[in-house]
């Protein structure tokens, strides 16, 4: 989320800057209608090992309790005209916000390669390269990246009509049906975390002053993570030339 504070990836921060890489866009249309294959439940108890993660990229075993979400006081509004159900954009909206989890601990423990062939993104190159270069920028000081996030109000279920795949191509990102406004503000921050202790605040977003992003994706009913809603792409709002790219899914 790309270039700003708390997610990035070229999800901003999670909202920052676009930028490009090298992912294998394709093309997807909305369907009239989207139903939620039953899975086990993303919460339960699930058996892991560390080789498990090791077979994801990742060193160690993330917290649990990542699996656990609750939406608490963000509204959930669907903008699909019924072709998705409202009960399949709560729970796109709460696999975004595990995912978004999973993103901060891998960026604070240093896990490049989980970010990579995690299963967190089908373009990690591009949508991540944020989050990948924060966490070069805590190994070459011998420290580590934390990510202080944003305050997200409402996560906005949105179509995306196929006239933009060329916007989404351009940007080296996957082309998908559907995508999430993040309605959200600061304050937010990331923390260069130095060998010393010492904390340097390298990008940050003031109380109160919005942060706003369109992240494209599909949900992932992942075994070992629980359902994840995949970052496919990630376009920052706030830019002029971003928003009127994909306009009018960054609109408010």
């Known amino acids: 989320m790309g270039g700003h504070a708390a997610i990035k990836g070229c999800l901003a921060s999670l909202v920052a800057t676009v930028v490009t890489a090298c ?71 709460e696999a975004f916000m595990r995912g978004y989890g999973y993103l901060q601990w891998a960026v604070s423990r240093g896990q490049d390669q989980f970010l990579i062939r995690g299963g967190l993104s089908d373009a990690p190159l591009s949508v991540l390269r944020p989050n990948l270069n924060d966490i070069l920028a805590g190994r070459k000081a011998n420290g580590h990246v934390e990510y202080t996030p944003q ?11 196929q006239s933009l795949q060329p916007v989404f191509a351009g940007q080296q990102f996957v082309t998908t049906p559907y995508a999430i406004y993040l309605d959200a503000v600061g304050p937010a921050a990331t923390t260069l975390v130095d060998a010393a202790g ?20 599909q949900i992932n009913h992942d075994a070992l993570m629980g359902d994840v809603w995949k970052l496919d792409s990630d376009f920052n709002c706030l830019a002029p030339s971003a928003r009127q790219g994909v306009a009018p899914l960054c609109n408010p």
Not at 38 to 61: H, I
Not at 204 to 211: E, F, I, L, R, T
């Open 198 to 217: 010492k904390r340097t605040v390298t990008a940050s977003v003031p109380a109160g002053a919005p942060d706003f992003e369109l992240v494209g994706g």
């Open 151 to 161: 305050v997200f109000r409402r996560l906005v279920v949105r179509a995306v009509p």
């Open 23 to 93: 992912g294998l866009p394709h093309s997807a249309q909305p369907s009239a209608h989207v139903s939620r294959t039953p899975t086990p439940s993303s919460t339960a108890t699930v058996q892991q090992s560390l080789a498990d993660w090791q077979s994801r990229g990742a060193t160690e075993v993330p917290p649990a309790g990542l699996r656990q979400v609750n939406l608490g006081s963000i509204q959930v509004v669907n903008q699909t005209s019924g072709a998705v159900s409202d009960a399949d954009a709560r729970a796109w909206a």
